[in-house]
């Protein structure tokens, strides 16, 4: 779950104004629209840039849309996209923007001036569960363990993340911790730069117990590598099921990093539906399954007024525990 930096703005050439209707899809997947333009804000590889490539690719093999097009926008943990989007609204009928937690977080710290408020909402569609981790042969092996050393010395006892203190690995340990009735305040949290740090910082045994996406778990974990203590699902994922849930543990910890769309603020209604539409048929179709099950992630698509319930629901938990983390 770790968070995105990039520098590098690369445009691609857009028909955004392109935009066209051409009916609602039958089961037979009859094109819908002409083209959907993506706009990302961060750089090629990572998350927002898979979702929306993925996105893309399985609207056009399934012929839902033409074509698909572009653009990546880094710089200002997304404000810049998110800005770009809101200068230019006359003219991005045709423009689907990929979001997903960050704009919550970075919105309730002041990273970004924007909220998703300032958007218009179109559907949320994929998430990441988080999970908890310990290496495959540590002496933890289950969240029991876990909770037992962490009471007999909670200064020793440290999660590391792929985020600064604060920022959504953070959160989630203390979310995970909140739910097993520990102080969240209290555990030894050490951030680094990216995943891939972290999970150093855990093979090299500078932490215990690693903070981070489900489906960057379940490969490792796979490979022998890791051993999955909890995934912050209400049930266990059928992508690995061999690792338990937090809420079957009774620990209240339920949490989705979401992936989802915007559009620029106000488009007519038509067109929002229209994109609604899209989405939801595409979801529908095996030529998304096949993406959806690459990228390790899990279906959640809840379009227009259930995503605003779910990202103020979001916002409500995050900004609560920031509160308590003495992070706002």
């Known amino acids: 779950m770790s968070t995105y930096g990039w520098t590098r703005r690369t445009l691609i050439a857009a028909a955004t104004a392109s935009f066209a209707f051409t009916g609602i899809a039958s089961a037979d997947g009859h094109q819908m629209m002409d083209s959907v333009h993506f706009l990302i804000p961060g750089g090629a590889g990572g998350g927002w840039d898979g979702t929306a490539r993925g996105t893309g690719e399985a609207l056009v093999n399934s012929g839902l849309i033409g074509h698909a097009t572009?653009?990546?926008m880094s710089g200002g943990g997304s404000g810049v996209a998110i800005a770009h989007?809101?200068?230019?609204?006359?003219?991005?009928?045709g423009t689907l923007m990929?979001?997903?937690t960050p704009i919550v977080i970075r919105a309730l710290t002041g990273e970004i001036s924007q909220s998703f408020r300032d958007l218009t909402l179109v559907a949320g569609t994929v998430g990441d569960y988080a999970a908890l981790v310990v290496l495959a042969d540590s002496p933890i092996n289950t969240m029991d363990e876990a909770l037992a050393m962490y009471r007999e010395d909670p200064n020793s006892f440290s999660i590391g993340g792929g985020s600064v203190p604060?920022?959504?690995d953070h959160l989630v340990a203390a979310i995970i911790m909140q739910g097993a009735g520990e102080d969240p305040t209290a555990f030894n949290y050490i951030g680094y730069d990216a995943g891939g740090e972290a999970m150093a910082g855990l093979l090299?045994?500078?932490i215990m117990a690693l903070s981070t996406g489900f489906s960057e778990a379940i490969a490792?974990?796979?490979?022998g590598e890791i051993r999955i203590l909890g995934v912050t699902a209400p049930e266990r994922v059928a992508a690995y099921d061999a690792a338990p849930s937090f809420a079957e543990m009774g620990i209240d910890a339920q949490f989705v990093n979401w992936r989802g769309f915007f559009a620029a603020p106000g488009m007519d209604d038509d067109k929002v539906t229209a994109y609604q539409d899209l989405l939801g048929a595409m979801m529908e179709t095996p030529e998304w399954e096949e993406i959806r099950a690459r990228m390790g992630l899990v279906n959640i698509f809840n379009p227009g007024d259930e995503f605003a319930s779910f990202l103020e629901a979001q916002e409500r938990q995050i900004g609560d525990l920031m509160r308590e983390l003495g992070f706002l």
């Open 85 to 93: 989007l809101i200068e230019n609204a006359a003219s991005s009928d």
């Open 166 to 168: 604060g920022g959504m």
């Open 70 to 72: 572009y653009e990546n």
């Open 204 to 206: 090299s045994g500078e």
């Open 98 to 100: 990929v979001n997903s």
């Open 220 to 223: 490792l974990a796979e490979q």
